[in-house]
């Protein structure tokens, strides 16, 4: 608890204002948490200092700077020349790392390559002088450039992502070409280090790209061993190296700083880990990379960076039996790490070269970190031998694993249809990968596909026939208003009346079929979604104009929600037996209300009709399904599952057709027993009203559960880490082009890092990926059509009206409803842009002098659908998620992407009257509950009473 603490602190404490925001820090990460005592004593001297608080905030800050100088080789370059004189002093040569990863836009990209080039300008001029050193200036390949320099790829571009590789290289490429012309000029090295795994592959990308460009330049570049692809990657790029580079490739192998990152991505999105489970077989596989390396020695010039002694004994031995001279081995260690190491090789005559990193705290915050982690893993080496003196025969022992375990390629399980007799318990359907190139390939490969098949017919279904209506609906693809994707029929009143007579009649015997029969229909239509995805995928893509990865979320959330109901219907299936007493028996059960009508949006053209007519089915309804009129092919092939997979045609009716026509009809006929709508807050309103008269015939209450609209803040605190904020409000506010109802619309940021953060999301909006859905790089596609268009449009202008608009893109594709992300800055509260709900790219953003003042803006809203927070002062996060008026409230992350079961999600006030979908209430909406009780006393005679669950009712 107390590494977690102080971790926090750590992390949070170059966004401290002043020494009263440190010791605020201070007071709310550690107050109550127990210190080990070695950390008490060193607070007991701080707070003895006669001066007090803002002592102890001084004292905080001191121990914080010294352990970042421990880490830290100097603030800028100027001062690393001094630092780095030092070191090569020593015997130790460098490479310098310029501290600063994550950037948002274009301009702190362009900041960090210009402080490259300054730092190799400063070092160039400042290395010349040194005294000369053989064993650090020569191998058996050449001369060793002195100055030497590491850059971070995703500092590069703040598209360095999967999706937007192409321009993220050709942005990188552009941005080293200075750095690159120098270092050919002056000899400078220049290496690639590599970070997360979805910037790997992009990253050795751009390495071919700069030897293709640059083929007489030094270049450098990183292999994780703790990566189960590294001895793949390792054999690739000496090929690559032997056969292009005019000087040979340095390769420096690592064993990985990001591996409780990629654990945790991967177990959080259901992928598998790019990395060993095991440190051991990090370690093995490191020695057998080592020994690649040093085999084709010559062809690239290796270099292995590591603190374990084992591990650097293992490369200097087998070196030796290799009988490469000292000068072919390079060993490298990071600046304030294992000293006694970098001492004991340099005495051994080996040439050393430390990684220095350069630069200020707050970017430096996420090394600093990430070495701390390191030294205080149970794994680590460093640990092992420096703070708990473990033996050292034990530790240099070689690492046992066999090692076919290491050429073992991690793959996603495949899921077996679930059985309704003993389900396994609910996970999400992972997500596609698409930081892999594979699953990139097939989702675009299906969306072409798909691109052939479009402009088929969705017929109106009562009893599983097509009937003909007179009325067309055609949905076309609102990124290209020229290309039809389904003629669907138009039904009406006399349409609805006849599907509810088939209804009627087919009702009886699915209500008495058994839950189990139910929810097996429910595995089987998730089998089948499964089995289609990608098809149904490419069809939203054309549809709904969703871009590709939001569409394949979608049908992974429509597959939830098949496996999440019908367990829930399992575990609602048992009833219960309540109040027991002698001579009484009393059952408690759940009953279907009836025939209902399910009326779906466009925005999840899958997921929300199958959520909302799954549940009703599982629990014994009927359903009249009226799809949205711009999405009825996506529909009609959910309806088609659902029939395959066993439902009756006569409970489950297809109705495309207007919302005026079909909607009214079933909202207002007295056979329907209840309606569950997702759409605006207009029609919904519309809907209740219209239910709750009572017409002639009609014998039941009819319920309403409705999903309806948002006006989604998110509050920014002093502290929240922007790095962190600025990407998930910007993915919040323009993905989909802001038509989710869980989207951001409102940003409302504290007075003191108001400038910052508004600078820090213009230049992310700025760069938002704008275009069709049907490319992968796409976030901000299409608005769904003229309607949406032309009130986007009025919003926007009258955001020029009444606001300052910071962004406004106009870089969007001809011929589809595109409308590009906008900014708006606004002291009114009040003002149209800032209360109505857009549906759209335009995102508005507030100004609050404090916390308290920043809820009072988020509240001020008729809506109450999602909101988010960012800060990292647990008071105030707990003071938010209390008093936020929203059904989901996100704590530093975005706040949509909700996932069934884990998100539930809903909301209350205007937007929406229900229990939340995905979530353990949601069945109980479609149902009504019955109450059974026998009097169990005959002749005075009763048996005794039953326990627990009771046989189904329905
Ligand atoms: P040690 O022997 O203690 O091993 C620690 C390693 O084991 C870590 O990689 C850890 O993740 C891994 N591990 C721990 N538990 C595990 C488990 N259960 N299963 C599998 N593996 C487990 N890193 C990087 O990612 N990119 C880079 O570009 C660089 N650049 C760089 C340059 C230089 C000069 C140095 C010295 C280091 C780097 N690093 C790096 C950091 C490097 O990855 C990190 O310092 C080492 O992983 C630490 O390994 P050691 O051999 O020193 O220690």
Not at 618 to 624: C, D, P
């Amino acid at each position: 608890e107390f590494k977690t603490q102080l971790f926090r602190f750590v992390d949070v404490f170059p966004r401290c204002r002043d020494a009263d925001d440190v010791l605020r820090h201070l007071s709310e990460y550690f107050d109550g948490v127990p210190v080990p005592r070695a950390v008490e004593l060193g607070l007991d001297v701080a707070e003895q200092v006669p001066l007090g608080r803002v002592v102890s905030a001084a004292v905080a800050r001191r121990n914080v700077r010294r352990m970042a100088r421990q880490f830290i080789a100097a603030e800028d370059a100027q001062g690393a020349v001094v630092r780095l004189r030092r070191l090569w002093d020593q015997g130790e040569a460098v490479t310098v790392d310029l501290l600063g990863e994550r950037v948002v836009s274009e301009d702190e990209a362009q900041r960090y390559a210009d402080r490259i080039v300054e730092l190799v300008d400063v070092l160039s001029a400042g290395t010349p002088g040194w005294p000369a050193r053989e064993v650090l200036e020569r191998d058996p390949w050449g001369a060793l450039p002195r100055v030497d320099v590491s850059v971070k790829p995703t500092a590069l571009s703040p598209l360095f992502a999967p999706l937007t590789g192409a321009e993220a290289l050709d942005a990188a490429a552009a941005r080293l070409r200075p750095v690159l012309d120098r270092a050919r000029a002056g000899g400078a090295t220049v290496h690639l280090d590599t970070e997360h795994d979805e910037a790997k592959d992009l990253g050795y990308e751009l390495l071919r790209r700069l030897g293709r460009e640059h083929p007489d330049v030094q270049l450098g570049c990183v292999v994780q061993a703790y990566r189960t692809d590294s001895y793949a990657d390792l054999h690739d790029l000496v090929a690559w190296s032997a056969r292009e580079l005019q000087i040979p490739l340095r390769i420096r192998l690592v064993k990985g700083a990001y591996w409780d990152h990629e654990e945790i991505v991967a177990a959080s999105a259901g992928w598998p880990s790019p990395v060993f489970a095991e440190k051991s077989q990090t370690d093995a596989n490191f020695e057998r990379c080592t020994k690649f390396l040093i085999d084709h020695a010559g062809e690239v010039r290796p270099a292995i960076a590591s603190h374990n002694l084992r591990s650097l004994a293992h490369a200097i031995a087998y070196a030796e039996r290799r009988g490469l001279g000292t000068g072919a081995l390079e060993l490298q260690l990071l600046y304030g790490m294992a000293e006694p190491v970098h001492a004991a090789l340099v005495r051994e005559g080996h040439r050393v070269r430390v990684y220095a990193p350069v630069g200020e705290l707050v970017p430096g915050i996420a090394y600093l970190v990430r070495r701390l982690l390191e030294n205080t893993s149970n794994e680590s080496f460093v640990r092992h031998r420096f703070a708990e003196g473990r033996d050292l025969d034990e530790l240099i022992r070689a690492p046992v694993v066999e090692h076919h375990r290491l050429d073992e390629q991690p793959v996603a399980p495949r899921r077996p249809a679930t059985d309704p007799r003993a389900p396994t318990p609910f996970t999400d359907e992972p997500l596609a990968e698409l930081r892999r190139a594979h699953a990139r390939a097939g989702l675009a490969g299906g969306v072409r596909d798909a691109a052939d098949r479009l402009g088929f017919a969705a017929p109106v279904l009562v009893d599983g026939q097509a009937v003909a209506t007179d009325r067309e609906i055609v949905s076309v693809d609102p990124g290209s208003f020229d290309r039809v994707v389904c003629r669907s029929g138009g039904a009406d009143g006399s349409i609805v009346e006849a599907a509810l007579d088939v209804a009627a009649s087919a009702w009886p015997a699915w209500r008495a079929a058994p839950w189990e029969e139910r929810a097996a229909i429910l595995f089987r239509a998730a089998a089948i979604l499964r089995a289609r995805r990608v098809e149904l995928t490419a069809l939203e893509v054309f549809e709904a104009g969703k871009p590709i990865a939001e569409a394949d979320a979608d049908v992974c959330e429509a597959i939830d929600f098949c496996e999440y109901y019908g367990r829930e219907a399992l575990r609602l299936s048992r009833g219960t037996r309540v109040g027991q007493v002698p001579g009484e028996a009393n059952t408690y059960s759940y009953e279907p209300l009836g025939i209902g009508a399910v009326i779906s949006p466009w925005n999840f053209p899958l997921a929300i009709p199958t959520g909302m007519i799954t549940a009703a089915l599982v629990t014994g309804n009927a359903v009249m399904f009226k799809p949205a009129e711009q999405t009825p092919g996506t529909a009609l092939r959910l309806v088609e599952i659902l029939h395959e997979a066993g439902v009756p045609p006569g409970v489950l009716a297809f109705l495309p057709g207007l919302g005026e026509d079909v909607g009214a009809a079933l909202v207002e006929h007295p056979r329907v027993a209840f309606i569950a709508f997702t759409g605006s807050k207009a029609v919904g309103l519309q809907i209740i009203e219209a239910a709750a008269t009572v017409r002639p015939g009609q014998r039941q209450v009819k319920r309403v559960l409705a999903e309806m609209g948002g006006k989604n803040p998110v509050v920014v605190d002093t502290d929240a880490d922007l790095d962190v904020a600025v990407p998930a409000i910007t993915q919040s506010a323009f993905a989909y082009a802001g038509q989710k109802c869980s989207a951001a619309s409102r940003v409302i940021v504290l007075d003191p890092v108001f400038d910052e953060l508004v600078g820090r999301l213009a230049g992310a909006a700025a760069v938002v990926p704008v275009g069709p859905a049907q490319e992968l790089r796409t976030v901000c596609g299409p608005l769904i059509d003229a309607d949406a268009y032309e009130r986007v449009a009025r919003y926007r202008s009258l955001a020029h009206e009444t606001s300052d608009v910071v962004v406004e893109r106009d870089d969007v594709p001809v011929g589809g409803w595109y409308a590009g992300p906008v900014v708006a800055v606004t002291d009114d509260a009040r003002s149209p842009i800032a209360t109505d709900e857009i549906f759209g790219p335009l995102l508005t953003v507030l100004r609050a002098g404090d916390f308290d003042h920043a809820i009072a803006l988020a509240n001020d809203t008729d809506y109450a659908l999602t909101a988010g927070v960012f800060s990292r002062t647990p008071s105030r996060i707990a003071h938010a998620t209390g008093s936020l008026r929203a059904g989901n409230v996100y704590v530093n992350r975005g706040i949509t992407g909700a996932r069934v079961g884990r998100q539930p999600f809903g909301g209350s006030a205007l937007s929406g009257v229900g229990f939340k979908s995905g979530g353990s209430d949601y069945l109980l909406q479609f149902v009504e509950t019955r109450v059974v009780t026998e009097n169990t006393i005959r002749q005075g005679f009763a048996p005794p009473p039953d326990e627990g669950e009771s046989t189904p009712q329905a």
